[in-house]
């Protein structure tokens, strides 16, 4: 059950993240954008060879990868907040994930890149 959250997460959030990214980079014209940072992105992103892009949507995957990570920790208590006292705790089927998640998640990661 936990492995499943975990791959899903991975699916869900990397996996399609990066391929509605790169749809989005790829078929957005720079004159259709309006937020400034999207601009600046699809500017980049339109200047770059192909290889490069490739290269640009990598760090971006490795930053989604890294951000799950830390909400992980956060959530399953391995991590804690800046300023706050709050303990989160997140339920899967009932069932706590104190301390699991985010070594879960990293261990996913190591396996699929193997």
């Known amino acids: 059950m936990k492995e499943n959250f975990i791959r899903s997460l991975y699916e869900t959030i990397v996996q399609e993240g990066i391929e509605e990214y790169k749809g989005l980079l790829d078929n ?3 004159e259709d954008a309006t937020d ?16 490069k892009k490739e290269n640009l949507l ?4 490795l930053i989604m990868i890294d951000t799950i990570s830390s909400v992980l920790g956060i959530i399953d208590g391995s991590s804690t907040l800046s300023g706050c006292d709050v303990e989160p705790k997140l339920y899967l089927d009932s069932i706590a994930t104190d301390s699991e998640l985010q070594d879960l998640f990293l261990a996913y990661i190591e396996e699929i890149e193997e």
């Not at 400034?36 to 200047?47: M, R």
């Not at 990598?58 to 995957?61: A, L």
């Open 36 to 51: 400034k940072y999207w601009i600046s992105a699809l500017q980049l992103y339109s200047n770059l060879a192909e290889d």
């Open 58 to 61: 990598r760090v971006i995957e």
């Open 28 to 30: 957005t014209n720079i």
